[in-house]
C-alpha cells in the first residue's frame, strides 16, 4: 500500500527544553522556534501554560509567544494543564492548545497532581472554552505503553481515554510513549485497540526514543495508516515527573527515515541539522540524533 502523506509535529521547544535544568532564555527558545519554521516545519509546539512552580523552565510562555514571530501557515500550539493555564494561553492570540490526561494513575498523580478521571474532568472544562473560544484542541495520552509508577497499561485503557478526548472535541490524539518502554510488539496490540475506536487518521504518535525504538515503532505505526508523528529537534527532551524517560524520536532521524520512504516532508534537513545544533551548541551537548551527528559536519 502507499505510503501516506505525513505531518510533523515538533515538540523541541516545550517537551525537548522542558527537561532541562538551566533556564534556556526566552530569546534562544525563539530562534530555535523560527529556526524550526524556516526549515519548513508547519506545526511547532512552543510553550506550556503550566505552573512555574512545576516546570520552572517554561514559566516564560507568556514572553514566547507574544514575541516570536509567526509565519503564516504555521501553527505554534501550546501545552494546558488547566483553566488557570488556559486563560493565561488565550491572552497570546493562540490557536491551537493541547490538553494531556495520563493512561495511568500513578503518573497522573506525579505530572497532574490529580487521578486519571480527575484529569480528565478538568480537561474537559478546558477543551469546552477552547471549543466555544473557537480554538483548536489536541489531545495527548500519556503512558500508552507503560508508566515508570504502574508498569504496563492496558490499551483497552487507553483506547477509553482516546474516545474520552475526540468526544471532548479534540481533532486529533496524540499517543505518548512517554517513557519510550514501547517496541515494534507492543505498538501493533496498541494499535488495534485504537484503530476499534477511531480512525487513524486522527491519531498521532508520540514516541520518546529512551531504548531506541522509536522509528520501529513509528513503522509498526505507520502499517495502520497513521497521518501525523511527533518528534523533537535534536532528540531533545523528556519529562521531569517521568523517571528514565529520555528525549523524543529526532525530528532529524524522522525526515531522513520518511524520506527514505517516499514520503516527501517539505523539510529542508540541512536547515533542520542547523537547527538541532544551534539549540545543541547552547545546551552544550551533541545532538541526540545520529542522522545529525552523520550530516553535521560537513
Ligand atoms: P497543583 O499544585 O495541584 O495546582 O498543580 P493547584 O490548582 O492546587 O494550584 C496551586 C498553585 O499553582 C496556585 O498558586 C495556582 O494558582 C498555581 P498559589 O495560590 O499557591 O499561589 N497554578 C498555576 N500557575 C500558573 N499556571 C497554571 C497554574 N495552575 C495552578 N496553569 C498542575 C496542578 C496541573 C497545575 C501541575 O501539576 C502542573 O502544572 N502540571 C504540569 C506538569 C508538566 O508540565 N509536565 C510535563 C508536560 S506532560 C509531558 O511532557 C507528556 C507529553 O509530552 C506526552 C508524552 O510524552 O506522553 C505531553
Ligand atoms: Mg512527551
Known amino acids: 500500500s502507499a505510503v501516506p502523506e505525513l505531518r510533523i509535529y515538533e515538540v523541541g521547544a516545550r517537551d525537548g527544553l522542558q527537561n532541562e535544568s538551566k533556564f534556556v532564555p526566552t530569546d534562544i527558545k525563539i530562534e530555535l522556534i523560527h529556526k524550526l519554521a524556516a526549515a519548513g516545519i508547519k506545526n511547532i509546539e512552543s510553550a506550556s501554560f503550566v505552573s512555574p512552580k512545576w516546570v520552572e523552565q517554561m514559566s516564560d510562555g507568556t514572553e514566547v509567544m507574544k514575541n516570536l514571530k509567526r509565519t503564516s501557515g504555521v501553527n ?67 503512558c500508552v505503553l507503560g508508566c515508570p509508577y504502574d508498569g504496563p497499561i492496558s490499551p483497552k485503557t487507553i483506547a477509553r481515554i482516546t474516545e474520552e478526548l475526540f468526544s471532548m472535541g479534540c481533532y486529533e490524539v496524540s499517543l505518548g510513549d512517554t517513557i519510550g518502554v514501547g517496541t515494534a510488539g507492543s505498538v501493533r496490540k496498541l494499535m488495534k485497540e485504537i484503530v476499534a475506536v477511531t480512525t487513524p487518521d486522527k491519531l498521532a504518535l508520540h514516541f520518546h526514543d529512551t531504548y531506541g525504538q522509536g522509528l520501529s515503532n513509528l513503522l509498526a505505526g505507520l502499517e495502520f495508516g497513521i497521518k501525523t ?55 552544550a551537548k551533541p545532538p541526540a540524533s545520529k542522522v545529525n551527528l552523520a550530516l553535521g559536519d560537513r
Open 76 to 142: 505554534y500550539p501550546v501545552l494546558i494543564p488547566n483553566l488557570k493555564g488556559y486563560e493565561t494561553a488565550k491572552k497570546c492570540n493562540i490557536e491551537e492548545i493541547a490538553i494531556f490526561p495520563a493512561g495511568s494513575e500513578g503518573f497522573s498523580q506525579k505530572n497532574l497532581n490529580c487521578s486519571v478521571e480527575e484529569g480528565l474532568k478538568r480537561f474537559k472544562l478546558v477543551a469546552d472554552q477552547a471549543v466555544k473560544d473557537g480554538i483548536r484542541v489536541r489531545g495527548y495520552v500519556s
Open 229 to 283: 508523528v511527533d518528534s523533537s529537534i535534536s532528540g531533545l527532551g523528556g519529562c521531569p515527573f517521568a523517571r528514565g524517560a529520555s528525549g523524543n524520536l529526532a525530528t532529524e532521524d524522522l525526515v531522513y527515515f520518511l524520506y527514505g520512504l517516499g514520503v516527501n516532508t517539505n523539510v529542508d534537513l540541512v536547515k533542520l541539522v542547523e537547527a538541532g545544533r544551534y539549540i545543541s551548541n547552547f545546551l
